[in-house]
């Protein structure tokens, strides 16, 4: 072949090898075809966090027991309350040995009970000590928090709490950042007697100051002594200061404490809790405290005359906003600075809602409401957050027998699936697990949670918030974890779920119509054929170049 052929075959390959990798050039987005390709893993998988459902820390607490002669019903739930905890509460850290003392976090003088005045057979001088605990704030020793305690993985709010007085570290071990689990959300519920003479001490190991109003319980103006007995805004407890609040009540009920220091921030950073007047009865030893709600494993003598078991239900939620106050100074002038005159609450919003102090999937842990099949169940509902909560329990229809502490005649008595709960509120539900279309469809793992949508909710993050299940106990498995559930629990027991660096079905058959988009192998084919096109296209007219060069020079 003579030259002037080949340069004119060089001459027409030059266009087609540059079409060619024009049209197979790489672009910075790939269509996808009708089945996407299949999703690969962003990075967030290289630091993944993923728990274990149930961390079966203690199992042994989980049993039926006598603790000091104290009756402990069993709790099947994964994590439940220390049975030490719940015998000093019912007999008082004063009637306890020093051994199962020893096993709490409580300091002596945290709760005592003496003098049987009516001689029924139970102390009726109830002397109670509560403190108020920072959790997940700014330590001032470095860029972390302190006395930590996650409400759902990788969530870890600002938050304050009332407390029962403790003894020892605040920390579980010397090696921790975690609080102990005397000092967690939300408020404990506390309980008394109808008649008995409590006295409320409110020893303030806080910064800034606080007070304890007694929402619905029946008490004076003002103590013995002539001193406030009200908790209102005009009485702070200064940082350093105690003072007492007496009570006798003569009405039983499910009432509510709170502080009402500058209500609008101290409410909402959590200091509020149940409280609950039992009926007298004789020989009737209440658990005092309940620490962190959920089920009640000594239950008042009245209410095991008509139930099978109690539990208390506790709603709250937190603006992140105005929990990250307490993550970004240590000064407490700052602090009064940015919640009192920075901080607007007519601005804000609920970002996480909680029951019994936990969201979404560690309501799963301690928040279960385990039954069998024809039980009469007593809960207590509170609502501590700002917004509306519809209660919605799947499968069941219950029972309002109280609002705001006041038991209904029996023709008033409402039967329904969904219960309105305005802040504040208190409802006492009957709940029946008899299988007969109405109070009950039989058993399962029934879902109850909040209708309102925003409180299925973490930060935006569905499933979360208050969402929990009451669960028949055959289908529990032997840590008490709802069975059928794995491939949700794999996904949602992961801090980078609810840091939203994952998608929501990343996983499973769908992953690949359903997870991350364009997150996909790079089309080898397409750039090798574009790489060689534009290689030979680029090396002829090189070579053509220096042809032309070369002809020159002749």
């Not at 996480?352 to 385990?370: C, E, I, K, Q």
């Not at 069941?396 to 008033?412: R, S």
Request: proline letters at 6%.
């Amino acid at each position: 072949m003579s030259k002037r052929y080949l340069l004119l075959l060089i001459v027409f390959i030059i266009p087609v090898l540059v079409a060619v990798a024009v049209y197979f050039a790489p672009t910075s987005s790939q269509k996808a075809d009708i089945t996407p390709p299949a999703t690969v893993f962003n990075r967030s998988a290289e630091t993944v966090a993923v728990e274990k459902p149930c961390s079966n820390e203690h199992p042994e607490w989980r049993q039926a027991q006598v603790i000091d002669g104290v009756e402990i019903n069993e709790a099947p739930s994964c994590e439940p309350d220390n049975p030490y905890d719940i015998a000093a509460a019912v007999k008082g850290t004063n009637n306890v040995s020093m051994q199962t003392l020893m096993q709490t976090h409580l300091a002596q003088d945290a709760l005592t009970m003496t003098d049987d005045v009516d001689g029924d057979g139970d102390p009726d001088i109830i002397r109670i000590k509560l403190e108020v605990v920072e959790l997940n704030g700014a330590s001032p020793d470095g860029d972390f928090l302190i006395n930590t305690y996650d409400i759902a993985p990788g969530i870890q709010p600002g938050l304050w709490v009332f407390a029962p007085k403790s003894s020892g570290m605040a920390l579980k071990n010397f090696n921790s950042l975690v609080a102990n689990p005397l000092l967690r959300a939300p408020s404990p519920v506390i309980r008394v007697e109808q008649g008995d003479k409590v006295y409320i001490t409110l020893e303030n190991t806080h910064y800034l100051p606080h007070t304890i109003h007694l929402h619905g319980v029946d008490h004076s103006w003002v103590t013995a002594a002539g001193d406030d007995n009200d908790g209102m805004e005009e009485h702070p407890v200064f940082p350093g200061k105690s003072h007492t609040y007496e009570i006798q009540p003569r009405h039983a009920g499910t009432m509510f404490y709170h502080c009402h220091v500058q209500t609008a921030q101290h409410y909402m950073m959590g200091l509020n809790g149940m409280f609950i007047v039992e009926e007298n009865q004789p020989n009737n030893w209440v658990q005092t405290f309940n620490i962190g709600a959920g089920q009640v494993r000594h239950p008042a003598v009245a209410v095991k005359k008509s139930y099978s078991q109690e539990y208390d239900l506790y709603y709250q939620s937190v603006d992140k906003k105005l929990a990250q106050i307490i993550q970004g100074a240590n000064d407490p002038r700052l602090i009064a600075h940015r919640m009192s005159r920075e901080y607007n609450m007519t601005e804000s919003f609920e970002n996480y809602f909680m029951l019994n102090g936990h969201s979404f999937p560690y309501t799963l842990r301690d928040a279960v409401v385990v039954a069998n099949g024809n039980e009469d169940i007593k809960l207590h509902v509170a609502n501590a957050q700002r917004s509306l909560v519809a209660l919605h329990i799947h499968g069941h229809k219950a029972t309002i027998t109280a609002y705001d502490g006041v038991e209904q005649p029996a023709g008033a008595q409402l039967t329904r699936d969904v219960f309105d709960i305005a802040p504040a509120q208190r409802l006492d539900l009957r709940l029946r697990t008899q299988n007969n279309g109405l109070d009950s469809y039989g058993p399962g793992l029934w879902m109850f949670h909040d209708h309102v949508p925003t409180g299925t909710t973490t930060d935006g993050m569905e499933p979360g918030g208050n969402m929990a299940i009451l669960a028949y106990k055959p289908l529990l498995d032997e840590q008490g974890m709802p069975l059928m559930h794995d491939a949700l629990l794999d996904q949602v027991f992961n801090k980078d779920y609810y840091a939203k660096k994952q998608a929501v079905w990343a996983e499973g058959d769908f992953a690949p119509l359903l997870g991350e988009a364009g997150l996909i192998a790079p089309d080898y084919v397409r750039i090798i054929i574009f790489s060689l096109a534009a290689g030979l296209a680029i090396g002829l007219i090189i070579v053509m170049a220096l042809v032309y060069k070369r002809k020159q020079k002749l």
